[in-house]
């Protein structure tokens, strides 16, 4: 029986494969593509923060809600069927069938996950501002700019000795709104009796909404 489609059969070349989820995108090799319909196996691992947060920490989890494939590629089914919620550290192998276009095509395919960026946030955190009492000190190119999930946790490690001196004991510390401290490293009451003890690392939540402006921390 005649089947057009094998005239195209090494006409349909994917040059890359665009992989999109949680606002980003990285991309892996493409495929020469003979079949009319094919199944890429894409290891779907929930990373979100883990390069921020402390590992004692749980993080989000990630929902992925409807996949979707650009075009001229049509998503045929995918194994397992979404809604999917990846748990952190978990990892899924999605299995997603592809209808491959009929007409010859060479140039890349993106995959988005369908991932929920509207529970992301943008933080530009200007500086950082410890204080201590009177004593008032800006960290030296403490500013950041990242992307989370709304409540996500962040890690930051602080210099202490421009507004503690040798022996002073931490009991409390605060951050300004709209953020919230969750935890500390050393725990608190902590004393500076050493250069390692001017160290002091704060597990911070993010906001549930966009921020620019200063982190204020507060020591007593």
């Not at 998503?75 to 010859?104: G, N, R, S």
């Amino acid at each position: 029986m005649f089947n057009p489609f094998n005239r195209n059969k090494a006409r349909v070349t994917i040059t890359s494969i665009n992989l999109k989820t949680m606002g980003s995108m990285h991309s892996i090799a493409g495929r020469q593509v003979p079949e009319k319909v094919f199944t890429l196996s894409i290891p779907f691992a929930n990373k979100a923060g883990s390069d921020l947060v402390p590992e004692q920490f749980k993080r989000p989890s990630i929902r992925v809600n409807n996949p979707t494939v650009s075009a001229p590629f049509a998503l045929v089914a995918v194994d397992p069927a979404p809604p999917l919620e990846v748990e952190y550290k978990d990892k899924v192998m999605l299995k997603i069938k592809i209808k491959a276009p009929e007409e010859a095509y060479h140039g890349p395919m993106t995959i988005d996950f369908g991932t929920n960026t509207q529970d992301m946030v943008h933080l530009s955190v200007t500086k950082i501002v410890l204080s201590s009492g009177a004593r008032r000190e800006d960290i030296a190119e403490s500013g950041f700019a990242t992307s989370v999930q709304k409540s996500q946790l962040f890690k930051k490690d602080l210099q202490m000795y421009k507004v503690l001196k040798k022996g002073d004991t931490v009991s409390k510390v605060t951050v300004s709104q709209p953020f919230e401290l969750v935890g500390t490293e050393p725990k608190l009451p902590a004393v500076a009796d050493t250069d390692r003890s001017y160290v002091l690392s704060i597990y911070v939540k993010a906001p549930t909404f966009n921020y620019a402006g200063p982190l204020e921390v507060s020591i007593n």
